[in-house]
């Protein structure tokens, strides 16, 4: 064998190991993220004993109302798959990852004690206050994304597209792959909602109160 021969030949090996090696090495998922700041529902119907029954979060014996925003996460529509295929192998990961981010269900709910008729001074002040909770919750979101993002592409990037040999097993596979990211992102989304929790606790202080019902007379 000639030198030049085997130089072709040891180069031609090269590059099919790494031609071999890059194929289904890799996911490059574009990640997406929509942000929904909630409508606001005030409801006026219920005594403060009814709306504070079974809430998850402690409930200041203060208040006379209460502000419930949930920060939640989820996919938005269909998740494409990204396909290569090398003989009969078929390499899946997500193409696209789209995500709705915010107050989803059923928006912001302020719940103000049904004893304060809307118009009264008692009312106008309770909404003020929980409207500042609303502010919070709502500012929250805005300021919580990037962490958001940088967990996503953290959780993609030690994840590993999947080899199949079949088409009908794409769709399982992405399935899986979606809900891996859900599921990983869940601790990180429980801890902002227990901080904005606790930003919200620190503004219904015994002082607080003291200082908004200074301003009306029937309470």
Sequence with gaps: MTNKKALFLAILSLFLS??????????????QITTNPGNVQYITTLSRSDFI???????SPNTLGLTVADLSISISGKTQPKIERQGKQICVSLDTLA?????????????????????SCEYEVIREHENY???VAQQAMLFFKPDIEAKIHEIISNMRPQIVTSEKDIDKV???????????????????????????AQIDTPE???????LCKNW
Excluded: W
């Excluded at 790494?18 to 990640?31: M, P």
């Excluded at 995500?99 to 304060?116: H, N, P, Q, R, S």
């Excluded at 792959?177 to 919200?200: M, S």
């Design 133 to 135: 909770h609303v502010a």
């Design 18 to 31: 790494q031609n071999a090696s890059a194929f289904c090495d890799k996911i490059a998922t574009r990640v």
């Design 53 to 59: 029954q079974g809430k998850k979060h402690k409930v």
């Design 174 to 200: 992405i399935q899986e792959q979606t809900k891996h990211v859900i599921t990983e992102l869940t601790p990180l989304l429980t801890h902002i909602n227990q901080t904005i929790a606790k930003k919200n």
């Design 99 to 119: 995500f709705k981010m915010g107050y989803e269900k059923g928006g912001l709910k302020v719940y103000i004690d049904k004893k304060y008729k809307p118009g």
């Design 208 to 214: 607080s109160y003291e200082k908004t019902q200074a």
